[in-house]
Nanobody, 125 residues
């Protein structure tokens, strides 16, 4: 089992940057693929990006490709989401997620077993 805690959210102006962190508990963190999702009120949770166990494979949603970067530091049990060139439409609660699976065709976890509590990101225009 793994517990996930996000941090780094906040208020930023359009065009600015933020880095979200997700700290995982447990000694098996490096065996989990990690993902980032976001959700705005009234809408379904949306996939943002994912990274495999080693960090050697990543996949991003088209809406953020080229602006966001996912990385991980298994020695620190932490995964990061670097967000650049932020837009007002990036405003959402951002969640990190973990699962042991990884689909080689889609380059993302097949399912999600664990979720963090979320961190709010607000981008002002």
């Amino acid at each position: 089992q793994v517990q996930l805690v996000e941090s780094g959210g906040g208020l930023v102006q359009a065009g600015g940057s933020l880095r979200l962190s997700c700290a995982g508990s447990g000694r098996s963190f490096s065996s989990y693929a990690m993902g980032w999702f976001r959700q705005v009120p009234g809408k379904e949770r949306e996939f943002v990006g994912a990274i495999n166990w080693s960090g050697g494979s990543t996949h991003y949603a088209d809406s953020i490709k080229g602006r966001f970067t996912i990385s991980r530091d298994n020695a620190k049990n932490t995964v990061y989401l670097q967000m650049n060139s932020l837009k007002p439409e990036d405003t959402a609660v951002y969640y990190c997620a973990a699962d042991r699976s990884w689909d080689l065709l889609t380059n993302r976890p097949v399912a999600i077993s664990y979720w963090g509590q979320g961190t709010q990101v607000t981008v002002s225009s």
